[in-house]
């Protein structure tokens, strides 16, 4: 190997690392036990390693490619705000070529690994795609932003059954709903941090529109209707006692998680955000998992 390639590969390698930094590659916590959620319910236990690896993968590249894809397009905004100056496109720690090459390379990656599930998930890869891409401007127009983050991670229950069972069943779209609110009531409380920058800069979020009290507000509602669909989600299922109980475990950290911040002390929220919601998708799944080998 000459120095040259040898070279070329450490800078690709140290690139590559940067950008996983970047997109914050372990957050996939959060929508990955949903997506194994949906898989596990349609094959009614342990679907193979075929549909496990496909799904993982698929789940991991979707996730990448948004991320990236929403920091490329952001990097203009994310150089203005003082919280973000600090990430890799703006300092210039990571060029944008490679970004945008990273972000056809997850695209692709995605699409073959949904190409091998079945039809529907390769005709849905696209939109799939198309839509997660779209959240990163939604901010641009329209506070319901949150809702759109909230319908793009709560396609991974949904993704995970059709990896095995290629229709639209009730339980799935009801985990699709629970999602839903799930994520956006806490991207509403993670935006209370740029409610100040976002109304400056012209941008739309239910903090910077409504104010902050009435994003608490607004995101309680959505973590009752959360813990409301998981319930019907569960029940559509025909899950047991062991499924309702992890989903009683799910709604007191729910509870716990408004009970850490108010409108007098949000010094809380990245806690919030980050380590309970990662405990609620993982404990959701654990339970859901004992429930049908059980």
Sequence with gaps: MTDLL????????????????MIKIEHSIFALPFAYMGLFLAADGW??????????????AVRSFAMAFNRLVDINIDSENPRTRTRPLVTGELSSVFTLFFILICGVIFVVACKNMNELCYKLSYFALAWSAFYSITKRFTKLCHFVLGSVLGLAPLAGWL???????????LFFTGVLFWVAGFDILYATQDRKFDRGRGLFSIPACLGLQSSLTISTFC?????IFFLLAGLSAGLGWI???TTAIVGGIMIFEHQVISAEDMSRVNMAFFSLNGVISVVL??????????
């Design 243 to 245: 499924y309702f109980t």
């Design 163 to 173: 990896c095995v069972d290629p229709h639209f069943t009730l339980p799935a779209v």
């Design 6 to 21: 040898r070279n070329k590969l450490r800078i690709l390698w140290t690139d590559t690392a940067i950008v996983c930094r």
């Design 223 to 227: 973590h009752v209707n959360t813990v």
């Design 47 to 60: 679907p193979g390693v075929k549909p496990f690896l496909l799904l993982t993968i698929a789940m991991i």
């Design 285 to 294: 799944f654990i339970g859901t998992l004992l429930d049908i080998l059980c």
